[in-house]
């Protein structure tokens, strides 16, 4: 299937100049968010991956599944005020503006072998924190998997040394 004619690309949003990739037109579709699940558990089922981490809040949506899926627990990274207990946090930038990142501090214990996981990567200040949050609490990223990359942005160089992976790539911002 090709996945990449089911996001739907709305200019001007969040705010201008920035052409916002819209997964919900994907997700919608039970095969080809099936495709999505399934590929990913293809790719990592091999990684003895323990914990599955995905970041607020798409990321979640194919986290879950692929932690369920790997046989894996689920960790929430989310933003600020958001976790009920002690947390931990990374400031980063975004295409548009900054943003931090928590997590539980006991959500990730020293040598967990953790796949991080979100929708999206552009320029990779959310994802490089969010690892930056697992290595804090001394876990080991097997891997980062994003649906969907915009390579014009270069995401790729802030995760230089991880294993990276993208189901579609997008030219262009």
């Known amino acids: 299937m090709e996945l990449a004619r089911l996001i739907r690309s709305i200019p001007d949003f969040p705010v201008k100049g920035i052409l916002f990739r819209d997964i919900t037109t ?53 933003k600020p005020n958001k976790l009920p207990a002690e947390t931990i946090s990374v400031e980063y930038s975004l295409e548009y503006g900054t943003n931090k990142l928590e997590m539980h501090k006991d959500a990730i214990t020293p040598g967990t072998k953790v796949l991080l996981v979100d929708d999206l990567l552009a320029t990779g200040g959310s994802a490089r924190a969010a690892a930056q949050l697992i290595e804090k609490l001394g876990g080991k990223v097997v891997g980062i998997a994003f649906l969907i990359e915009l390579v014009d942005l270069h995401g790729r160089d802030a995760l230089k040394g991880y294993d990276v992976f993208s189901l579609i790539q997008f030219e262009g911002a």
């Open 26 to 78: 994907l997700i919608r579709d039970g095969e080809a968010f099936q495709e999505v699940i399934d590929t990913l558990v293809e790719r990592y089922i091999d990684n003895d991956v323990e914990v599955v981490a995905a970041i607020e809040a798409r990321g979640w949506i194919f986290g879950a599944p692929l932690a369920y899926e790997l046989g894996a627990g689920f960790v929430p990274i989310r």
